[in-house]
């Protein structure tokens, strides 16, 4: 099994946070996700995730190097405020790695004592008739599923429906799985999303039921949907970016494509 390492670059008292999976999924949905908190609640980078197998590449924002995974929180919390931590990347992880990125991320959980797992995602949409009958019915098309009683009981807060019966894979499969072996609370929360395309409505949308469960900033879809689709344009270049640094990185990183 390929070893994940997570490096603190900053000692921060993550008791009782909540952690948000940040790993690529359909439409991008979870990429801008991450990206959009990150940018609201002006976190910062905390931590580093590493492994032999990942490119080697370094991501530049604001003239600061960057790992190709990186840990985000809250700083400087005022009384009453919910700690968040981020995992976020550009890169689309080899199918060889989601387990052990997956277990790495409920191990740092564990190991700073964070008391929820939120894991966002895309569910495939085809065709156009489907989403348009969707918006005439006026339905908010976000499921979530919990690993435990007590994260079920939060999910209920938010615009969302049981996800009852289907397949999730990828990092968001392995937290469940995890979570409901170790009795950590994870909640995955999936939203219709066009498979090629970075879907910003999607992502809206499940970050209004993240902020029903735990923000509780009342942040209104409109002006969020803008954000997120001038995230989305971003996220589609660098995304484009790693995927060509990785195809023409060294040996250490085949696996990703």
Do not use: W
Not at 58 to 83: C, H, K, M, T, W
Not at 113 to 139: D, F, P, W
Not at 212 to 231: D, G, S, T
């Amino acid at each position: 099994m390929n070893e994940i390492e997570i490096v603190e670059l900053k000692k921060t008292d993550l008791r009782n946070a909540v952690v948000i999976d940040g790993f690529p999924s359909v439409g991008l949905v979870s990429s801008i996700v991450a990206n959009y908190l990150i940018a609201l609640l002006k976190m910062e980078y905390i931590a580093v995730m590493d492994s032999n197998l990942f490119p080697t590449v370094s991501l530049i924002r604001d003239a600061e190097p960057l790992g190709p995974a990186r840990v985000y929180a809250r700083p400087n919390l005022q009384p009453g405020e919910r700690q968040v931590v981020v995992f976020s990347t550009e890169l689309q992880p080899s199918a060889n790695l989601l387990r052990p990125l997956g277990r790495a991320m409920i191990d740092f959980a564990e190991h700073q004592r964070c008391s929820l797992i939120i894991s966002a995602g895309g569910l495939i949409v085809e065709g156009e008739e489907t989403e348009k009958e969707e918006e005439e019915k006026g339905e908010v098309s976000v499921y979530g599923i919990a690993s435990t009683e007590r994260a079920e009981e939060l999910l209920r807060t938010a615009d969302a429906k049981q996800f009852t019966e289907g397949v999730i894979s990828g990092t968001a499969g392995v937290l469940l799985n995890e979570g409901g072996r170790r009795g950590m609370d994870v909640i995955t929360l999936l939203a219709e999303a066009r498979p090629d395309m970075a879907d910003a409505r999607a992502a809206a949308l499940i970050l209004t039921a993240i902020d029903q469960m735990i923000m509780h900033l009342n942040l209104n879809v409109e002006p969020l949907c803008k954000e997120a689709e001038r995230l989305e344009a971003q996220l589609k270049l660098l995304h484009k970016d790693a995927e060509k640094k990785s195809r023409a990185a060294t040996p250490v990183v085949a696996g990703y494509r």
